[in-house]
C-alpha cells in the first residue's frame, strides 16, 4: 500500500520533515516515491513552517493512498491556513 508520511531530516535536536509518499512496508527514512512538501516544527521568525503541494496530494490520494495520522491532520491545518 502506498502511504503519504513524513520522513525525518535535519539534525540532532533540530528536527525537519518531508512529506513524501512511500511504500507503507518501507523504513520511515528510506527512499520514496515522490516528495510532496515538508514541515518545519522550530521554524522561527520568517521561516515557513509548512509547505505541500495540494495538487499533487489530492492526486495521489485519488490513487488510493493513505495519509498517516500526522500529515491529514497538517493537511488540514494547511487547507485551514490557506483559505483565510
Known amino acids: 500500500m502506498v502511504t503519504i508520511r513524513l520522513a525525518r531530516g535535519g539534525a540532532k535536536k533540530a528536527p525537519f520533515y518531508h512529506i513524501v509518499v512511500t511504500d507503507s512496508r518501507s ?3 528510506s527512499g520514496y516515491i515522490e516528495q510532496l512538501g515538508y514541515f518545519n516544527p522550530v521554524a522561527r521568525g520568517q521561516e515557513v513552517r509548512l509547505h505541500m503541494n495540494q495538487e499533487r ?4 490520494v485519488s ?3 493513505q495519509t498517516s ?3 491529514g491532520k497538517l493537511l488540514a491545518d494547511f487547507r485551514k491556513q490557506n483559505q483565510a
Open 27 to 29: 523504513p520511515r527514512d
Open 57 to 60: 496530494i489530492e492526486h495521489w
Open 63 to 65: 490513487k488510493g493512498a
Open 69 to 71: 495520522e500526522r500529515v
